[in-house]
């Protein structure tokens, strides 16, 4: 059973620091890793995918992929109010069909 | 950008009815998928489809079908609603081998 654990939080910051999501993976031929934004009441939003171990960044966002250590973050820079939202880490393996395979997600609530 | 619609945003409807939801893509996707939502439950999948009139079960397919009779669009049927059924439902469309998948709006659907 492939899964993806994440802490549920809710995870508190202020308004200005950095906030870090945390995501474990238990699939090894998982390839392709996504992060998610999804605000109370709305769709999920893709707003990172990586598949190379190593950072990405756009802008205030940076993913980071351990493929050895089976670990995916996302970093938030200069958090704000509006980043206050749920925050869903998803894997994609090699199994032959495109399915994603969804954490539970990780609030982060961010105070001015 | 992808678009991807569903026809209602809310629905209530009684128990033992026949329910259709309707998802529209317009960015010519392979795959379309329909998960439902529930608080605590995270994301799950109900049924996919990788090409016009193939589909495949997801992890709970129970209590529902699904139609793709053309390539844009992807039906997900409640042959007779039940009120365990009521829940946040998501339809998404992946992009080529990227893995990325793209969310509707949802349909909040209440079963009473």
């Known amino acids: 059973q492939k899964e993806v654990e994440q802490n549920s939080g809710p995870l508190s910051v202020p308004e200005g620091a950095i906030a870090s999501l945390n995501c474990t993976y238990s699939?090894?031929?998982?390839?392709?890793f996504f992060w998610y934004r999804q605000y109370s009441g709305k769709s999920p939003e893709l707003i990172m995918s990586?598949?190379?171990?190593g950072d990405k960044e756009d802008g205030r966002f940076t993913a980071q992929l351990n493929k050895a250590s089976q670990y995916v973050s996302l970093l938030i820079r200069d958090s704000q109010p509006s980043d206050s939202a749920t925050y869903l880490c998803?894997?994609?393996?090699?199994?032959?069909?495109?399915?994603?395979?969804f954490g539970k997600g990780t609030m982060l609530l961010v105070s001015p | 950008d992808v678009k991807v619609t569903q026809s209602s945003r809310y629905l209530v409807k009684r128990t033992g009815e026949k329910v259709f939801l309707e998802c529209v893509q317009d960015?010519?996707?392979?795959?379309m998928f329909w998960y439902r939502q529930d608080p605590g439950l995270g994301l799950r999948l109900i049924y996919f489809?990788?090409?016009?009139?193939?589909?495949e079960k997801g992890d709970i397919p129970e209590g529902y079908s699904v139609s793709r009779e053309k390539k844009e669009r992807f039906s997900l049927i409640l042959e007779s609603a039940s009120t365990n059924q009521t829940s946040m439902y998501l339809c998404?469309?992946?992009?080529?081998?990227?893995?990325?998948?793209?969310f509707g709006p949802g349909t909040r659907l209440t079963v009473t």
């Open positions: 990586i598949y190379s171990n």
């Open positions: 489809s990788y090409d016009v009139k193939m589909k």
């Open positions: 960015m010519d996707h392979e795959n």
């Open positions: 998803a894997s994609a393996g090699d199994s032959g069909y495109s399915t994603l395979t």
């Open positions: 699939d090894r031929v998982s390839q392709s």
């Open positions: 998404a469309t992946l992009k080529g081998v990227s893995y990325e998948q793209y």
